[in-house]
């Protein structure tokens, strides 16, 4: 078993999937759709509150289809968080609209309500309206979302809820992905449950979602001989795949428990070493800790995030950084961004740091992981 690379995350089959994917085989309901993607939406939508939701082969189709529905078109704004994957803006740039890049707050690491105002302020002096915000909830946990939405009621923008790593996430008694027009999840590999790839796009209003689901499917009318009558896209997530989505539901709660407990040993084990601080989870928010992360004070501690990771991969262990913010990077060059006094999201990606948070890890591993940090962040002067 040591000689396993320990990984950040990856899938975590519950037991009953193939069962779901064998009823999809044996009733030859492979394509198109099925009983599998009926019941899986069934099943989030149960899971979430939510009104109603579509199954999707993405999360960052499910993104593209909210800001095609919001009628984003070219030059328009998009405001959007920084500090994400950079699946959260890409589809800004399919609909050739001009993202707008916003700081991040340290107590949540997620969209900073203050940045986002002084950006709505700037946007309205112009006299200029942002036509869509996508707020993204990182590694679990629920941006500030009743400030957030406040905010954006007064500017009149609509929230476009990038929920995809922070399924099962609460706020305030709410589920993450509940708080904005859309709400958007994703089943890739790495997610706290997969589909082997796949997303979901969630509203309160059915309508909405009634429109997702026919530009899903390329906008087809109801007429037997192929009508349409607007774009579409072919976006919609197979019934095979939703078999896997039906038994990882099953399983969700135990992995979010599962994912907090790795977090706690984590804290447990590495607290006391000064310099390291763990993201924070705010007040009203319940974090899945999908992703365990930290910040490594280098000045403090004498080494980088960098040598961290480099260190836990001779030793076979999956680490990663915090995600390298859109405004630095090289596809978004030029791209205005609105700051906090100190560039928060700059700060967290270069002192960030994600540790293995695999639901597979053996208490021996989660120990080996600890002890190996341990000897790297206290004993550096060994490695210099
Ligand atoms: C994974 C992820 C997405 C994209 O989801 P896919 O299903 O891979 O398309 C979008 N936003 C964030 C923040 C993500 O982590």
Request: proline letters at 3%.
């Amino acid at each position: 078993m040591s000689q396993c690379r320990i990984f950040l995350s990856s899938p975590h089959m519950g037991g009953t999937e193939m069962k779901y994917v064998q009823e999809a085989f044996d009733t030859n309901w492979i394509a198109p759709l099925g009983e599998n993607v009926d019941i899986f939406e069934d099943q989030v939508k149960e899971f979430t509150g939510a009104n109603a939701a579509c199954a999707l082969a993405s999360g960052t189709g499910g993104i593209h289809l909210a800001l095609d529905l919001l009628e984003v078109g070219r030059g328009d704004i998009v405001l959007c968080s920084s500090l994400t994957f950079v699946a959260s803006a890409n589809p800004v740039l399919y609909h050739d609209a001009t993202p707008v890049f916003i700081d991040s707050e340290m107590d949540s690491w997620n969209m900073c309500p203050k940045a986002l105002e002084k950006a709505l302020k700037y946007y309205k002096m112009q006299g200029k309206q942002p036509k869509a915000i996508i707020v993204v909830n990182l590694y679990g946990q629920s941006a500030r979302m009743d400030e957030i939405s406040e905010i954006c009621r007064r500017y009149g923008v609509p929230i476009i809820e990038d929920a995809a790593e922070s399924l099962g996430a609460v706020y305030k008694g709410r589920m993450s992905g509940t708080f904005g027009k859309f709400g958007i999840f994703s089943f890739n590999g790495n997610k706290i449950i997969t589909t082997s790839g796949g997303g979901m796009i969630i509203s309160n209003d059915e309508m909405l979602i009634e429109k997702a689901l026919k530009k899903a499917t390329q906008s087809k009318e109801v007429a037997a001989h192929y009508q349409h009558e607007s774009v579409g896209y072919n976006y919609r997530l197979s019934n095979v795949c939703a078999g896997i989505g039906r038994g990882q539901m099953e399983v969700l709660e135990a992995r979010i428990q599962q994912k907090r407990d790795i977090f706690d040993k984590y804290v447990e084990g590495l607290e006391d070493v000064e310099g390291i601080e763990f993201m924070p989870e705010i007040e009203g928010s319940y974090h899945t800790r999908w992703l365990s992360t930290m910040l490594i004070d280098s000045k403090k501690l004498g080494i980088t995030v960098n040598e961290l990771i480099e260190y836990l991969d001779e030793h076979n262990i999956e680490s990663r950084p915090v995600w390298k913010p859109l405004h630095m990077q090289p596809l978004f060059e030029g791209t205005t961004y609105f700051s906090n006094e100190e560039d928060n999201s700059k700060y967290l990606f270069e002192h960030g740091i994600c540790l293995p948070s695999d639901t597979k890890m053996t208490e021996e591993e989660i120990e080996k992981v600890i002890q190996l940090c341990r000897d790297r962040l206290l004993t550096h002067e060994l490695f210099a």
